[in-house]
């Protein structure tokens, strides 16, 4: 296996690239003593790719190999050897690709600032991609990057969102502003909740990791701050969690607007 090849494992992450680029996937590798409903359902639709594109190669194998590829990870009897997908570098290729494709639709944007869980990621990107974010931005140098673990957990988000690692986080947030896209950071002592903010325009929401939140320079480069409503005796929400109430609140706006 080339050292540029990925590594995906589990359903979902290998059931993603297999509907979306089968060409990219160099093996597709098998547990063949799991005779379930859902691994055959899953062997059928894997054949069907392989007939249609014959450079990818279906390859009968047991747990124990796919346990030793996939660095000891829960793979569920499914594990891809893929070629990387090419994704846009940088947030200025998002928005021109944005532009270029004429949907007509404003940029939502999600900035995760010091999220460090690969778990945390993966359960970001997987809501980014079901609210049609354009991409997940977050800093080099306080952010976990895209592995096995984010990946397994995106359910094959992390194949479909661009994620973005900026070394400067502050002046690409400034970068955003002069792109006339409105940056909201969240924030418990913010006056305003999420739901009494328009969010049908350009938007960058921006949330910290759970516990310390944003940095301070983070939180002072945001137009504004909102906060989550907490009626309970609970203080906050995980990120992803608090990443889904909030942009899908801007998709609920904004489907408001297209009808």
């Not at 570098?89 to 600032?113: F, K």
Request: hydrophobic content about 40%; charged content about 20%; some cysteine.
């Amino acid at each position: 296996m080339s050292s540029t090849n990925k590594i995906l494992y589990g359903f979902h992450a290998v059931g993603v690239r297999l509907k979306t680029t089968p060409q990219s996937i160099l093996e597709l590798h098998i547990d063949i003593t799991r005779r379930d409903a859902r691994m055959k359902q899953f062997q059928d639709r894997a054949k069907e790719a392989a007939q249609a594109t014959p450079s990818l190669k279906l390859i009968e194998s047991d747990g124990a190999r796919l346990t030793r590829m996939s660095g000891g990870m829960a793979h569920q009897g499914v594990l891809a050897v893929v070629n990387p997908l090419v994704q846009a570098r940088s947030i200025d290729d998002v928005l021109e690709q944005l532009e270029a494709s004429q949907r007509n639709e404003p940029p939502l944007l999600l900035v995760l600032d010091g999220v460090t869980d690969p778990h945390n990621l993966g359960a970001c990107l997987r809501v980014a991609d079901g609210a049609g974010v354009h991409a997940v931005v977050a800093p080099k140098d306080h952010a976990v990057g895209i592995n096995a673990t984010v990946s397994k957990v995106a359910s094959g988000a992390a194949e479909t969102v661009p994620y973005l690692m900026v070394t400067n986080l502050a002046r690409s947030l400034n970068e955003l502003k002069e792109r006339n896209i409105w940056i909201i950071g969240t924030s418990e002592d913010a006056e305003q909740t999420i739901h009494e903010v328009d969010l049908k325009g350009p938007v960058a929401l921006v949330l910290g990791a759970e516990g310390p939140g944003m940095r301070q320079l983070t939180r002072k480069t945001c137009d504004q701050l909102v906060r989550i409503p907490m009626l309970g005796a609970v203080e906050s929400l995980n990120v992803s969690v608090a990443s889904a109430v909030c942009l899908y609140e801007a998709v609920r706006q904004r489907s408001k607007v297209s009808q």
